[in-house]
């Protein structure tokens, strides 16, 4: 069990980019981390976007 964690851990540190001194992944690195489709997890952040933007709109 401890050895497939180590395989998980490896597995997520292999999809973490260094750009600008900044650590960042992918969408679809991170798509592939959830097992979801590329397409699913953009849209989920599409709507997490525009209610961030309404709630700041009526305040």
Do not use: G, H, P
């Not at 489709?37 to 700041?56: F, I, T």
């Amino acid at each position: 069990m401890f050895k497939i964690y180590l395989n998980e851990i490896t597995k997520i540190k292999t999809k973490i980019y260094e750009v600008s001194r900044q650590k960042v992944m992918l969408d679809f690195d991170l798509a592939d981390l959830y097992e979801v489709e590329n397409r699913d997890l953009n849209k989920l952040q599409a709507v997490n976007y525009n209610l961030n933007l309404r709630s700041n709109k009526c305040k």
